[in-house]
């Protein structure tokens, strides 16, 4: 069930990062390059920059991806290699693990010339499906590093503060935005 539930979500971000037909594709928080591998399904080829914080899944993803750049960084600090260089930015599953998500979403707009899909645990609805697996009893439901929660609204409420067009689809358990300079596809 869990991994039906990513594969749905990883086909999504395909889907919506698909409909720009992106040239350059950002990825802020890369991980080991498991939405690379499934953005790498797109039609049309495209140039990938990966930011990862943590240096053994940077290496991970590296590996996976060799032709493509990853970067060790802090997405809060690392530079475009041009202020608007990636047609989309991505961004998942990283904002609810930092004290600033404004800071970052500020960054994320200095990477894309256009436009962002970001997504970030729905709550409740994210811890829930914790509970219920058995995780994070302690905490009810609530991974340790997770100090950000996010509602449709409140997500919504971040992303406006720097982009103009915010749309937001509830993909359980998660909340994925599309958001944009100017209009979208």
């Not at 600090?77 to 600033?100: F, I, K, M, R, S």
């Amino acid at each position: 069930m869990v991994q039906k539930l990513i594969q749905s979500f990883l086909d999504r971000v395909r889907r919506r990062v698909e409909a720009f037909s992106p040239a350059k594709v950002a990825d802020l928080g890369c991980g080991e390059g498991i939405v690379a591998a499934e953005l790498k399904q797109m039609a049309k080829p495209f140039a990938f920059i990966g930011v990862e914080l943590n240096p053994e899944a940077a290496a991970a993803a590296k590996a996976r991806h060799p032709d493509d750049e990853i970067r060790v960084g802090n997405i809060l600090t690392e530079e475009p290699p041009e202020e608007g260089w990636a047609d989309v930015a991505l961004c998942l599953e990283v904002l609810e693990h930092l004290d600033d998500p404004a800071a970052a979403v500020g960054q994320i707009a200095r990477w894309t010339g256009h436009a962002a899909v970001i997504s970030v645990p729905w709550e409740p609805y994210f811890r829930t499906g914790n509970l219920l697996r058995g995780k994070y009893l302690g905490q009810l439901g609530n991974h340790p590093e997770h100090i950000q929660q996010f509602t449709p609204r409140s997500l919504r409420r971040l992303l406006r503060r720097t982009f103009p067009v915010v749309e937001i689809e509830r993909r359980f358990p998660w909340l994925i935005a599309v958001c944009a300079k100017g209009p979208t596809p």
